[in-house]
């Protein structure tokens, strides 16, 4: 009886042993499922937020780069355009007097452009009278020039090259006795007849077509007659728009022909000044053109 007693209780220690590790191994099992669940989960949701933060960081850097490809460029281009140098004009009892300082008040060294270191354009507001001077040194970055200038308002144009300086031609007001302190609209009509005759010398315009941001040739016929030599060259064209504004100074192609090339970027009206040399005069002919 008591031998059978213990072979009872062993058989149910035996199984209740193995139901215990049973028990245990279908534990661990589902605990370590669990666990490479939850870890791929986080794996997942990592490489998730690390790639979208990848994608951001790339989006912001292009954004960054957009900006920082146009800006500079357009910060440069602003840069390039400005000028470091400063004129200054006036006008005293038949003497033009022109102050030329840098942005540290001192006299920039002017290279010689076209036999002379300084071309002064002078216009009357309304685009009628046209002088060109060639002013003299007087020292400290003062220039001076004797002319007799009507009473009238004028934009003056200080045509320079400044060594290793950047420098813009810009128009300057500048109002002789009681000239208008406020410019009048000018009234300028584009010409249907491109052949002006002045002392009695004739000169014709003719152009390839005139439109913006292309090369534009400006053929001037002198009608046989070579003009003489001028500033080094067979002629010199001056541009202004109808405003006044935007001044263009253009020298022949060659030393032998009186052609010219330029580009406009603006559509509008523009009044073209030619200047040749005849028996020792220069005349300078005046042609209002239109550019489409």
Same mark, same amino acid.
Do not use: R
């Given at each position: ?126 685009? /009628?009278?046209?002088? @060109? &001077? $060639? #002013? ?9 020039? %004797? +002319? !007799?200038? *009507? ?93 006044? /504004?935007?001044?263009? @100074? &253009? $020298? #022949? ?9 330029? %580009? +406009? !970027?603006? *559509? ?25």
């Amino acid at each position: 009886m008591k031998q059978k007693n213990m072979l009872t209780w062993a058989i149910s220690a035996i199984v209740y042993l193995g139901l215990v590790i049973g028990g245990y191994t279908v534990y661990t099992s589902l605990g370590s499922n669990n666990d490479h669940t939850d870890t791929h989960a986080s794996k997942t949701n990592g490489n998730e937020e690390k790639e979208s933060i990848n994608e951001q960081a790339h989006n912001d850097n292009h954004t960054s780069q957009s900006s920082d490809g146009e800006d500079p460029e357009h910060s440069d281009h602003e840069a390039h355009s400005e000028s470091e140098v400063v004129t200054n004009v006036k006008y005293e009892e038949g003497l033009i007097i022109i102050d030329v300082k840098d942005k540290d008040q001192n006299s920039p060294e002017l290279e010689i452009s076209h036999e002379k270191i300084m071309h002064l354009i002078i216009v009357s507001a309304d685009l /009628e009278d046209y002088y @060109h &001077v $060639h #002013p003299e040194e007087k020292g400290n970055g003062m220039y001076t020039q %004797k +002319f !007799d200038l *009507p009473e009238n308002s004028y934009k003056v144009f200080v045509d320079i090259k400044p060594k290793n300086l950047a420098y813009q031609v810009s128009p300057i007001e500048l109002h002789v006795e009681k000239g208008h302190d406020e410019h009048e609209e000018n009234s300028l009509k584009v010409d249907i007849n491109l052949t002006k005759t002045i002392n009695e010398k004739t000169v014709e315009l003719t152009t390839t077509e005139l439109g913006i941001n292309k090369d534009i040739t400006l053929s001037f016929d002198t009608k046989g007659i070579t003009p003489e030599p001028y500033l080094g060259a067979l002629g010199h064209v001056v541009i202004l728009d109808d405003k006044g /504004e935007k001044f263009v @100074h &253009v $020298h #022949p192609t060659s030393e032998e022909k009186t052609v010219f090339e330029t %580009k +406009f !970027d603006k *559509p509008g009206i523009y009044k073209v000044w030619g200047e040749f040399k005849f028996d020792g005069k220069v005349n300078s002919y005046p042609f209002v053109i239109k550019v489409k």
